[in-house]
T-cell receptor, first 113, second 109 residues
């Protein structure tokens, strides 16, 4: 079975632009979470979706938004990009509603210039 | 508030045993997980503890004491491929997962 996939793998954007990152969970997984990881730090929780509903939101500004589609894939949107948004964006899926084991995708490396 | 504390770096010798500690402060604690991340890679799940005690998976074991808000990851028979960053992560009852800043494990031959 395929693991969690994310696209694109790398992205370079200019300040003020908007970006959309995509994630496809493992087949059968209904929960998708998004994380931002800055070099040398742990992943920071951004959003969690389960069955297409937002279940949790981390401490990120409203410039960050996400959604989950009927096939459980997900998109993360970031508007008005800042230099500080440069990071690795990770998507993780899990099967159960309260399961602890998350499977991470390879991430999207976003560079804002 | 929520916080997790773990050492920033640990060094050990190949074949030895190493313990990485994690203390946490959080509301609505549900469980504690450990993840491994190699440079340039994604985090991979190692273990999960919801109840007090030791969980063993091959060369890796994880321990939790809920009353002490403390856990640790124990790696035995260290191999060079174990050189990586290790993160403890608290799973909260509201389903959020909060990661620590990570412990960089250096293994000497």
């Amino acid at each position: 079975d395929a693991g969690v996939t994310q696209s694109p793998t790398h992205l370079i954007k200019t300040r003020g632009q908007q970006v959309t990152l995509r994630c496809s969970p493992i087949s059968g997984h209904k929960s998708v979470s998004w994380y931002q990881q800055v070099l040398g730090q742990g992943p920071q929780f951004i959003f969690q979706y389960y069955e297409k509903e937002e279940r949790g939101r981390g401490n990120f500004p409203d410039r960050f938004s996400a959604r989950q589609f009927p096939n459980y894939s997900s998109e993360l949107n970031v508007n008005a990009l800042l230099l500080g948004d440069s990071a690795l964006y990770l998507c993780a899926s899990r099967g159960g509603e309260a399961g602890a084991k998350q499977y991470f995708g390879p991430g999207t490396r976003l560079t804002v210039t | 508030g929520q916080s997790l504390e773990q050492p920033s770096e640990v060094t050990a010798v190949e074949g030895a045993i190493v313990q990485i500690n994690c203390t946490y402060q959080t509301s609505g604690f549900y469980g504690l997980s450990w993840y491994q991340q190699h440079d340039g890679g994604a985090p991979t799940f190692l273990s999960y503890n919801a109840l007090d005690g030791l969980e063993e998976t091959g060369r890796f074991s994880s321990f939790l004491s809920r009353s002490d808000s403390y856990g640790y990851l124990l790696l035995q028979e260290l191999q060079m491929k174990d050189s990586a960053s290790y993160f403890c992560a608290v799973i909260q009852k509201d389903d959020k997962i909060i990661f620590g800043k990570g412990t960089r494990l250096h293994i000497l031959p």
